[in-house]
C-alpha cells in the first residue's frame, strides 16, 4: 500500500521526498551550529509554476546556501518570480540582498520538469548567467543542488559541493549499514548491509565505486565495491589482516596496510587485486594510507620513532620522511584537494581532535572543540572537512570548514555513525 501511495503522489516533490523519507530508516539530520565570518547576503525567491514543486526546490536551495556558511539569507517574500521577470534592484538592495535568484518549474507533457533559473547582482544590476533542466519528480532534488552549486561557484569562484555524496557506516543493533547518501543527508541508500563490522570506506576518483573493508568472513578483507551494479571483488584478501584501502589518483591503485609478512605494513595492489607491491619496511607499525593529489608520495601514520606520527614516502617505495612533529600522537593523514595542506588528528591535552597542518610553512591549527574525533575527510573543494566524533555516549558525524569557523553535525536517531568519506566532483 505504500508504494501505491508513493507512486500517486510523485506529481509533487514534496511528496516524492517523504515516501524517500519513510523508506530511508537512517537519514541523516544536520545541525549547523556556526558560520562563516563574513557571509555574502543572498534572496532566492520561490520559483514561478506548480507551487508545491517550485516551492520545495527553492527552499533545497535556501538550504543548501544557509548550510554551507557562505551565505546569509534575505527574505524573498511570498511573491514567486521567475527567471524572465523584470528585477527591481533599487527594492532588492534596500532590502539588503546582494544578489537575487529567480527561477520557473513548468511540468512537461511526458510527467518530467522543466527548470530554469536566473542569477543577478545586485550591486552591479547585472545578470549573473542561468541554467536550464529537464528532470523527472525523483530528480528533483538533484536538479536543486546543481542550481545551488551554480550559484555558489558565481558568487565565491569556487566549485560547490552540494551535488557530491558521502558515504559512512550505521551501526544499530547487530546490524553494520554501508551508506551513501547526498551531501545533505538526504537520499540515503544502503550499499552493504552486514552483522559484522565494515571500516574505512573510501571513494574512487571517478566515484563509482567505493573501496573498504568488511569482516564478515570473521577476519579483515579489502573489498572493492560497484555502485552502479551493486557486485564487488575483493582486492585484498592475504594471511591475516587487509585494511586501510586508499586510491591512487588515477583509479588504477589501491594503498592497503598487511601483516601477511608479519606486522602492519604498507603495500600497492591493483584495483582488480593482482600485481602485489611492498613499499616500505619497518620495525613499527605502519598504517592509514592516502596518496597525494599528484599521486607522487604517499602519507601515512607510523609508530616507528617510538610514538604515532605522520609520515611521507614516495609512491614508488622509498625512504620515508617525518611530517609532524608537535605533539606525541598525530593519525590519520588526510590531503586536501589542492594538496597544500593535511588534516589529520591530533592528541591535544587528552582530546583527540581534527587538525589542519599547512604543508608549506608547517603550521598547525586545531579546527574542533570536541574530544573524540576521528577519520576526518576533505570536501571535494577543500572548504569543508567531515569527521566521526562522539556526542552522549554515542557516534555522530560533523562537519568544519578548513578555517574552523564553519560548523556542522550530522546524526542518525537511534544508531552510531562513523567512518565518514566525502565523494569527489563527478563529471
Known amino acids: 500500500m505504500k508504494s501505491v501511495l508513493c507512486r500517486f503522489a510523485f506529481r509533487s516533490l514534496a511528496a516524492s521526498l517523504l515516501c524517500f523519507?519513510?523508506?530511508?530508516?537512517?537519514?541523516?539530520?544536520?545541525?549547523?551550529?556556526?558560520?562563516?565570518?563574513?557571509?555574502?547576503?543572498?534572496?532566492?525567491?520561490?520559483?514561478?509554476?506548480?507551487?508545491?514543486?517550485?516551492?520545495?526546490?527553492?527552499?533545497?536551495?535556501?538550504?543548501?546556501?544557509?548550510?554551507?556558511?557562505?551565505?546569509?539569507?534575505?527574505?524573498?517574500?511570498?511573491?514567486?518570480?521567475?527567471?524572465?521577470?523584470?528585477?527591481?534592484?533599487p527594492d532588492w538592495k534596500a532590502r539588503g540582498a546582494d544578489a537575487l535568484a529567480t527561477g520557473s518549474v513548468?511540468?512537461?507533457?511526458?510527467?518530467?520538469?522543466?527548470?530554469?533559473?536566473?542569477?543577478?547582482?545586485?550591486?552591479?544590476?547585472?545578470?549573473?548567467?542561468?541554467?536550464?533542466?529537464?528532470?523527472?519528480?525523483?530528480?528533483?532534488?538533484?536538479?536543486?543542488?546543481?542550481?545551488?552549486?551554480?550559484?555558489?561557484?558565481?558568487?565565491?569562484?569556487?566549485?560547490?559541493?552540494?551535488?557530491?555524496?558521502i558515504a559512512y557506516v550505521?551501526?544499530?543493533?547487530?546490524?553494520?549499514?554501508?551508506?551513501?547518501?547526498?551531501?545533505?543527508?538526504?537520499?540515503?541508500?544502503?550499499?552493504?548491509?552486514?552483522?559484522?563490522?565494515?571500516?574505512?570506506?573510501?571513494w574512487s576518483p571517478d566515484g563509482t565505486r567505493l573501496a573498504y573493508v568488511?569482516?564478515?568472513?570473521?577476519?579483515?578483507?579489502?573489498?572493492?565495491?560497484?555502485?552502479?551494479?551493486?557486485?564487488?571483488?575483493v582486492a585484498a584478501n592475504f594471511k591475516g589482516s587487509n585494511s586501510a584501502p586508499a586510491w591512487s589518483p588515477d583509479g588504477k591503485k589501491l594503498a592497503v596496510v598487511l601483516s601477511k609478512d608479519g606486522g602492519s605494513q604498507l603495500y600497492l595492489v591493483n584495483a582488480d587485486g593482482s600485481g602485489i607491491l611492498r613499499l616500505a619496511s619497518s620495525a613499527g607499525i605502519d598504517t592509514e594510507p592516502r596518496f597525494s593529489p599528484d599521486g607522487q608520495s604517499i602519507y601515512f601514520t607510523s609508530d616507528r620513532g617510538g610514538s604515532p606520527q605522520i609520515y611521507r614516502i614516495p609512491a614508488a617505495g622509498g625512504g620515508a620522511e617525518r611530517v609532524t612533529f608537535e605533539g606525541s600522537y598525530n593519525v590519520t593523514p588526510r590531503l586536501s584537494p589542492d594538496g597544500k595542506s593535511m588534516a589529520f588528528i591530533a592528541r591535544n591535552d587528552g582530546r583527540f581532535q581534527v587538525a589542519l597542518m599547512d604543508l608549506a610553512s608547517k603550521q598547525t591549527q586545531i579546527l574542533t572543540d570536541s574530544s573524540k574525533d576521528e577519520s576526518p575527510s576533505f570536501a571535494p573543494n577543500g572548504r569543508m572537512i567531515i569527521y566521526a566524533t562522539e556526542v552522549g555516549g554515542r557516534g555522530?558525524?560533523?562537519?568544519?570548514?578548513?578555517?574552523?569557523?564553519?560548523?556542522?553535525?550530522?546524526?542518525?536517531?537511534?544508531?552510531?555513525?562513523?567512518?565518514?568519506?566525502w565523494g569527489f566532483f563527478v563529471k
Open 214 to 233: 568488511s569482516f564478515e568472513a570473521k577476519k579483515p578483507i579489502v573489498y572493492v565495491h560497484s555502485l552502479a551494479t551493486g557486485r564487488r571483488h
Open 106 to 165: 513548468s511540468a512537461a507533457a511526458d510527467g518530467r520538469y522543466e527548470t530554469r533559473f536566473r542569477l543577478y547582482d545586485v550591486q552591479k544590476q547585472a545578470a549573473l548567467g542561468g541554467q536550464a533542466f529537464i528532470a523527472n519528480t525523483g530528480q528533483l532534488r538533484a536538479t536543486a543542488h546543481r542550481i545551488s552549486d551554480f550559484i555558489y561557484e558565481k558568487l565565491t569562484g569556487e566549485p560547490g559541493i552540494f551535488s557530491t555524496r
Open 170 to 202: 550505521v551501526k544499530s543493533t547487530g546490524r553494520y549499514e554501508l551508506q551513501i547518501a547526498d551531501a545533505d543527508g538526504e537520499n540515503a541508500q544502503t550499499a552493504l548491509a552486514s552483522r559484522e563490522p565494515i571500516i574505512s570506506p573510501t
Open 21 to 89: 523519507s519513510a523508506a530511508a530508516h537512517a537519514q541523516l539530520s544536520i545541525e549547523i551550529t556556526g558560520a562563516g565570518a563574513n557571509r555574502l547576503p543572498v534572496a532566492v525567491a520561490d520559483f514561478s509554476g506548480e507551487r508545491i514543486v517550485s516551492q520545495a526546490l527553492a527552499s533545497v536551495v535556501r538550504a543548501d546556501l544557509e548550510r554551507s556558511g557562505q551565505f546569509r539569507l534575505i527574505d524573498a517574500g511570498a511573491t514567486a518570480l521567475a527567471e524572465t521577470a523584470p528585477v527591481s534592484y
Open 396 to 421: 555522530v558525524l560533523a562537519a568544519v570548514s578548513s578555517d574552523g569557523r564553519v560548523k556542522q553535525k550530522l546524526s542518525v536517531q537511534a544508531a552510531d555513525v562513523r567512518e565518514p568519506a
